[in-house]
T-cell receptor
Framework: KNEVEQSPQNLTAQEGEFITINCSYSVGISALHWLQQHPGGGIVSLFMLSSGKKKHGRLIATINIQEKHSSLHITASHPRDSAVYICAAPSYNTDKLIFGTGTRLQVFP | EAQVTQNPRYLITVTGKKLTVTCSQNMNHEYMSWYRQDPGLGLRQIYYSMNVEVTDKGDVPEGYKVSRKEKRNFPLILESPSPNQTSLYFC???????????FGEGSRLTVL
């Protein structure tokens, strides 16, 4: 069992739909990252959060420390949101960064 | 412009021929790390460094070496590359281990 698990692995949506990607972790962490990787492209940091909720444009990230769970929401999804979304958490004890396997999102017009 | 620069971006080499992938950041970040990304396995950490002269193994360090002689540079060294090191490699930096991550553009390495 991975220490950081994401769901779903693959997600397709119609333009305009509300999207949720989930991330659960079993290790103690100091923060959680949400990353975005476009096909053939580099990796961009979307959010880094240790509590509560952050919003940037149409993207919202939440984290519940007690439940060891984080969600990434995309409102009014657009084809340009098509990418792989990855959550990652630094282990509290070792400073190693542990990654989820990613969620491949495709948004169709 | 704040950035993490990796070189080379693409490299095809042969088994056993030593190579170095350079990584440089201009943000005065203390934390730097290397990852490899393989289909079906996602991103895995190879080595990381909390500061100059401080390096630690990640989850897949075998076959790799690193050094951190200066704050801005964190080269990844493959002393004797093998085909199972064919992968997409990313370097990243942040202010601390829990800070926002800045990634390089990636280096696609093929070992024949």
């Amino acid at each position: 069992k991975n220490e950081v698990e994401q769901s779903p692995q693959n997600l397709t949506a119609q333009e305009g739909e509300f999207i949720t990607i989930n991330c659960s972790y079993s290790v103690g962490i100091s923060a959680l990252h949400w990353l975005q990787q476009h096909p053939g492209g580099g990796i961009v940091s979307l959010f880094m959060l240790s509590s509560g909720k952050k919003k940037h444009g149409r993207l919202i990230a939440t984290i519940n420390i007690q439940e060891k769970h984080s969600s990434l929401h995309i409102t009014a999804s657009h084809p340009r949101d098509s990418a792989v979304y990855i959550c990652a958490a630094p282990s509290y004890n070792t400073d190693k960064l542990i990654f989820g396997t990613g969620t491949r999102l495709q948004v169709f017009p | 412009e704040a950035q993490v620069t990796q070189n080379p971006r693409y490299l095809i080499t042969v088994t056993g021929k030593k190579l170095t992938v350079t990584c440089s950041q201009n943000m005065n970040h203390e934390y730097m790390s290397w990852y490899r990304q393989d289909p079906g396995l996602g991103l895995r950490q190879i080595y990381y460094s909390m500061n100059v002269e401080v390096t630690d193994k990640g989850d897949v360090p075998e076959g790799y070496k690193v050094s951190r002689k200066e704050k801005r540079n964190f080269p990844l060294i493959l002393e004797s590359p093998s085909p199972n090191q064919t992968s997409l490699y990313f370097c990243a930096s942040s202010l601390g281990e829990a800070g926002e991550l800045f990634f390089g553009e990636g280096s696609r390495l093929t070992v024949l």
